[in-house]
């Protein structure tokens, strides 16, 4: 199984700063790799797939960088709604697909 | 607009069943394959199961054994027979549908709630 770890496990950033989160995968997932948002009660939503490519309607201060083994996700300024639960996701290899375990982005 | 909406969940005892569906509209569910995914309160995200648009399954060693994945592309439906639930299976069990040509997930429901407690 291809594990996930995601750092930092808790982000705090003041809205309009500049977020960055790290994804490593224990062996190569090419670039195989989606992000996530999630917000209390709510179902995550698709924010990054193929690495680097934004889902439909996200906006650009969203951005994906990486391949192989180390991924991240970079939040240009952030916005109040941006407060959320990030995850990643390999896709590259069955069995099973693996999500990280999450970071928290939380208002400084 | 797709739609998935899961529905079945309900508290059941340990070595016990449940089915859990998830009725998809809004996209011709025969041509993607679909997954569960779950969530244990205050944890993060596991895909437990995946069904190819051809009917392949895929499980997680967590399930692999007891879970069993189905769809009926006639009443565009996904299912998920859980046997010998176990405390651990406690989640919110979200069907996700991989529409965008990797497995990777667009469209998500809300999820359905199965507790295993005594």
């Known amino acids: 199984e291809i594990v996930m770890t995601q750092s930092p496990v808790t982000l705090s950033v003041s809205p309009g700063e500049r977020a960055t989160l790290s994804c490593r995968a224990s062996?190569?997932?090419?670039?195989?790799l989606a992000w996530y948002q999630q917000k209390p009660g709510q179902a995550p939503r698709l924010l990054i797939y193929?690495?680097?490519t934004r889902a439909t309607g996200i906006p650009a201060r969203f951005s994906g960088s990486g391949s192989g083994t180390e991924f991240t996700l970079t939040i240009s300024s952030l916005q109040s709604e941006d407060f959320a639960v990030y995850y990643c996701?390999?896709?590259?290899?069955?069995?099973?697909?693996?999500f990280g375990q999450g970071t928290k982005v939380e208002i400084k | 607009e797709v739609q998935l909406l899961e529905s079945g969940g309900n508290l059941v005892q340990p070595g016990g069943s449940l089915r859990v569906s998830c009725a998809a509209s809004?996209?011709?569910?025969?041509?993607?394959?679909m997954s569960w995914v779950r969530q244990a309160p205050g944890k993060g995200l596991e895909c437990v199961s995946g069904?190819?648009?051809?009917?392949?399954?895929f499980y997680a060693d967590s399930v692999k054994g007891r879970f069993t994945i189905s769809r009926d592309n006639s009443k565009n439906t996904l299912y998920l027979q859980m046997n010998s639930l176990r405390v651990e299976d406690t989640a919110l069990y979200y069907c996700?549908?991989?529409?965008?040509?990797?497995?990777?997930?667009?469209?998500w429901g809300q999820g359905t709630l199965v507790t295993v407690s005594s």
């Open positions: 069904i190819t648009s051809d009917g392949r399954a």
């Open positions: 062996q190569s997932v090419s670039n195989n």
């Open positions: 996700a549908s991989p529409q965008g040509g990797g497995y990777y997930f667009d469209y």
């Open positions: 996701q390999q896709y590259n290899k069955w069995p099973p697909w693996t």
């Open positions: 193929g690495a680097s």
């Open positions: 809004g996209f011709t569910f025969s041509n993607y394959a």
